[in-house]
């Protein structure tokens, strides 16, 4: 069955360090998403990729990186994590009108 | 400025009654409107979608409505159970698939 999955589900790390969380979808969906959820808030977009070689900034996107080599995977880079971006983040993937959409079960980053 | 609006922000209802979320929009080309159910920890699971053309759609207990021409929609639960309990997102997708959400609902339900 096709699917998505994020990795890690929890991570914990240090203030200033680089940290890449993976999304790596199976729906064969041209348009990706990353997400942040903090409480209090609802999700909020980081970035999002339209296809291979295409990166688009979100709302929330200063201090996160994201890069398309592939259909499959569009992995988060966090490139000198702060306490911040202490957050719960999601993936999710869409086809090309977004009348297929499907999210991970997020990745918990706690950033001490 | 978010182009999807929810309210209330939360809501508590007891077991067995109905409640009625809604939904506001701004959100253009509109390409389909879908209503996500959140369980804490979890990831967001859809519950409905409709495109432009629909302007009902039910899941059980779960009737979301839709009015594009005021850019509106509903989400009326039925008979709610102690399961209900989550946070209840209104997601519109516009034509290219880009997904914009808004802040949510979050429904409690006691016994």
């Known amino acids: 069955d096709a699917e998505i999955t994020q990795s890690p589900r929890h991570k914990i790390t240090e203030t200033g360090r680089q940290v890449t969380l993976a999304c790596h979808q199976t729906w064969n969906h041209n348009n990706m998403f990353w997400y942040r959820q903090d409480l209090g808030h609802g999700l909020r977009l980081i970035h999002y990729s339209y296809g291979v070689q295409d990166t688009n900034k979100g709302e929330v996107s200063d201090g996160y990186s994201v890069s398309r080599s592939n259909t499959e995977d569009l992995p988060l880079t966090l490139e000198s994590a702060a306490s911040s971006q202490t957050s719960v983040y999601f993936c999710a993937s869409s086809d090309a009108r977004g009348t297929e959409a499907f999210f991970g079960q997020g990745t918990r980053l706690t950033v001490v | 400025k978010n182009q999807v609006e929810q309210s209330p922000q939360s809501l508590i209802i007891l077991e067995g009654k109905n409640c009625t979320l809604q939904?506001?929009?701004?959100?253009?080309?509109?390409?389909?409107l879908r209503w996500y159910k959140q369980d804490t920890g979890r990831g967001p699971v859809s519950l409905t979608i409709?495109?432009?053309?629909?302007n009902t759609k039910s899941n059980g207990r779960y009737t979301a409505t839709l009015d594009a021409d005021t850019k509106q929609s509903s989400l009326h639960i039925t008979a709610s159970q102690l399961s209900d309990s989550a946070s209840y997102i209104c997601?519109?997708?516009?034509?290219?698939?880009?997904?914009?959400f808004g802040a949510g609902t979050q429904v409690v339900v006691t016994p």
């Open positions: 997601v519109v997708s516009d034509s290219w698939g880009k997904l914009q």
């Open positions: 409709m495109t432009f053309s629909e």
């Open positions: 939904c506001n929009y701004t959100v253009s080309p509109f390409s389909n």
